[in-house]
């Protein structure tokens, strides 16, 4: 059997760990030859690539195992790129979320002018990375989860158009996790489901077991009453912050209770609500680097300092085996259904063709066939031709270095309420991003 290599781009990022131990976990189903870290912060990877090391050597010895800060070295003789890097880091994602919240504009990671902002600076080094792991080795495959994913993949379909590159997003995972942990089910993988929208904005309008029946009234019911708490709590999504966006789904249901949400949908439809209930002071990002970021590293020093990985509280990130399966259907033409971000191009049949779209497709060793999900309703259609308009505006923007559509993109956006808040927005982000957007004219 064919034993694969994998870089994972990144490799500083709080979910490298969790990644590494899902996929020790799954080598019977994708043999790995070797792992390789990259990232552009040598310190930071430092710290999670000596505990990787460790545990490596500990559970399979035979993976050969790099770090490197070395293109050439990263992307050479390997057959997947796993990428989640996060451009500027938390100290930007900071200033992405507080700029906005400043002039009383919500303030968020991928929805509204902070992903916009995140978007400028993600384009150029994810496609730089896509352009290292085709001159070294151009039979390999990009699956990108780095955010924010609707910006990142409108700017790979428009300015890399033949490059192998899957864009993939883990939060309709981890609600189909709520989802069936509310109706019963031990696993999302009973489920079967209809979806369609954008990344960070859809809606499921089918959900049915392995033999067909219809699941979506019950969840629909659960939603309406709980949004997606339930009683099992999300590993992945465990503070408060996230308590509270899957309770606010309830509201963001009501809007069209046929269906069922994704969760992001809240800042689009309650935006009024987000800022209120803000403290402009303290963001997720610092609740991310006090929580995830100084558990993640502390826990890696330990497993440095005591030479083993015997008795660290790093866990296997069990959800994210959908990269696993990913690069499965890919190596193996599993023919896996998924939900990806893939060019339109009439799966939603009254909807621009050129747009990314999220939508099931099955999965094979030729790429994804997106599978048609007919048409949409006015108000979804009205409110994703608004949020694909903005994002390819920003792709626009980068591409052409233009500040004039940067501003039109904040204008449209539905978070925004009106041209001058945009330019003062504007202003403020173009300071703050010196350095990590393209210079603007
Ligand atoms: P993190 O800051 O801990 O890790 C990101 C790493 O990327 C850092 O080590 C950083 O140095 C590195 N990096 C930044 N720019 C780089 C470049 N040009 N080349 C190489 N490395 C670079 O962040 P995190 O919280 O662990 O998140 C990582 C990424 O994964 C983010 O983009 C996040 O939004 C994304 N993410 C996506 C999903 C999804 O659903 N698609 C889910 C979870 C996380
Ligand atoms: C979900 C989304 C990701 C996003 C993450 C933020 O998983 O799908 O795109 O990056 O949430 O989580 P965080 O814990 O960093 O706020
Ligand atoms: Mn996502």
Same mark, same amino acid.
Request: charged letters at 25%; aromatic letters at 8%; glycine letters at 6%.
């Given at each position: 059997?064919?034993?694969?290599?994998?870089?994972?781009?990144?490799?500083?990022?709080?979910?490298?760990?969790?990644?590494?131990?899902?996929?020790?976990?799954?080598?019977?189903?994708?043999?790995?030859?070797?792992?390789?870290?990259?990232?552009?912060?040598?310190?930071?990877?430092?710290?999670?690539?000596?505990?990787?090391?460790?545990?490596?050597?500990?559970?399979?010895?035979?993976?050969?195992?790099?770090?490197?800060?070395?293109?050439?070295?990263?992307?050479?003789?390997?057959?997947?790129?796993?990428?989640?890097?996060?451009?500027?880091?938390?100290?930007?994602?900071?200033?992405?979320?507080?700029?906005?919240?400043?002039?009383?504009?919500?303030?968020?990671?991928?929805?509204?002018?902070?992903?916009?902002?995140?978007?400028?600076?993600?384009?150029?080094?994810?496609?730089?990375?896509?352009?290292?792991?085709?001159?070294?080795?151009? @039979? +390999?495959?990009?699956? #990108?989860?780095?955010?924010? &994913?609707?910006? *990142?993949?409108?700017?790979?379909?428009?300015?890399? =158009? !033949?490059?192998?590159?899957?864009?993939?997003?883990?939060?309709?995972?981890?609600?189909?996790?709520?989802?069936?942990?509310?109706?019963?089910?031990?696993?999302?993988?009973?489920?079967?489901?209809?979806?369609?929208?954008?990344?960070?904005?859809?809606?499921?309008?089918?959900?049915?077991?392995?033999?067909?029946?219809?699941?979506?009234?019950?969840?629909?019911?659960?939603?309406?009453?709980?949004?997606?708490?339930?009683?099992?709590?999300?590993?992945?999504?465990? @503070? +408060?912050?996230?308590? #509270?966006?899957?309770?606010? &789904?309830?509201? *963001?249901?009501?809007?069209?209770?046929?269906?069922? =949400? !994704?969760?992001?949908?809240?800042?689009?439809?309650?935006?009024?609500?987000?800022?209120?209930?803000?403290?402009?002071?303290?963001?997720?990002?610092?609740?991310?680097?006090?929580?995830?970021?100084?558990?993640?590293?502390?826990?890696?020093?330990?497993?440095?300092?005591?030479?083993?990985?015997?008795?660290?509280?790093?866990?296997?990130?069990?959800?994210?085996?959908?990269?696993?399966?990913?690069?499965?259907?890919?190596?193996?033409?599993?023919?896996?259904?998924?939900?990806?971000?893939?060019? #339109?191009?009439?799966?939603?049949?009254?909807?621009?063709?050129?747009?990314?779209?999220?939508?099931?497709?099955?999965?094979?060793?030729?790429?994804?066939?997106?599978?048609?999900?007919?048409?949409?309703?006015?108000?979804?259609?009205?409110?994703?031709?608004?949020?694909?308009?903005?994002?390819?505006?920003?792709?626009?923007?980068?591409?052409?270095?233009?500040?004039?559509?940067?501003?039109?993109?904040?204008?449209?956006?539905?978070?925004?309420?009106?041209?001058?808040?945009?330019?003062?927005?504007?202003?403020?982000?173009?300071?703050?991003?010196?350095?990590?957007?393209?210079?603007?004219?």
């Amino acid at each position: 059997m064919k034993k694969f290599s994998i870089t994972i781009a990144g490799g500083g990022s709080t979910f490298t760990p969790g990644i590494v131990l899902m996929l020790l976990d799954n080598l019977e189903k994708l043999p790995i030859d070797q792992i390789k870290f990259f990232d552009n912060d040598k310190e930071r990877q430092k710290t999670i690539a000596g505990a990787c090391r460790i545990i490596l050597n500990e559970k399979a010895p035979e993976i050969r195992f790099t770090e490197t800060t070395d293109p050439a070295e990263a992307f050479t003789d390997i057959d997947f790129v796993m990428a989640h890097i996060r451009s500027g880091k938390y100290a930007m994602r900071e200033k992405d979320e507080k700029i906005p919240l400043k002039h009383g504009v919500v303030g968020q990671e991928t929805c509204g002018p902070g992903g916009i902002a995140y978007g400028m600076r993600s384009i150029g080094d994810v496609l730089e990375l896509v352009d290292f792991m085709e001159t070294y080795s151009p @039979d +390999a495959w990009f699956l #990108n989860y780095s955010n924010p &994913a609707a910006i *990142v993949a409108e700017a790979t379909r428009k300015l890399r =158009p !033949n490059s192998k590159i899957l864009n993939i997003c883990d939060m309709p995972i981890g609600i189909e996790e709520l989802m069936a942990s509310a109706i019963g089910l031990e696993s999302r993988k009973e489920m079967e489901v209809d979806y369609y929208g954008l990344n960070h904005f859809g809606w499921w309008t089918g959900i049915r077991d392995k033999e067909g029946n219809d699941l979506l009234p019950q969840i629909r019911e659960h939603v309406s009453k709980f949004g997606y708490v339930t009683e099992d709590q999300s590993l992945q999504h465990a @503070d +408060a912050s996230w308590n #509270n966006t899957f309770a606010k &789904a309830k509201d *963001v249901q009501a809007l069209d209770p046929e269906t069922v =949400p !994704n969760t992001y949908l809240k800042y689009y439809f309650y935006p009024d609500y987000e800022v209120a209930h803000s403290n402009p002071e303290v963001t997720r990002a610092n609740e991310v680097m006090e929580g995830r970021e100084t558990f993640v590293f502390g826990e890696c020093r330990k497993i440095i300092e005591n030479g083993t990985a015997a008795d660290s509280g790093l866990h296997i990130d069990e959800h994210a085996s959908y990269i696993v399966d990913l690069a499965r259907a890919i190596a193996y033409n599993t023919k896996e259904r998924m939900l990806l971000i893939v060019e #339109n191009n009439g799966a939603i049949s009254n909807f621009e063709p050129t747009t990314m779209v999220e939508v099931p497709c099955i999965v094979g060793s030729n790429g994804p066939e997106p599978l048609v999900q007919g048409e949409i309703p006015r108000f979804q259609k009205g409110l994703m031709e608004q949020q694909a308009a903005v994002e390819k505006l920003v792709v626009e923007a980068w591409d052409e270095k233009s500040s004039q559509k940067l501003w039109q993109a904040l204008t449209l956006s539905r978070i925004v309420p009106s041209a001058q808040v945009a330019k003062d927005i504007l202003e403020d982000l173009q300071e703050a991003n010196k350095g990590y957007w393209p210079e603007l004219r």
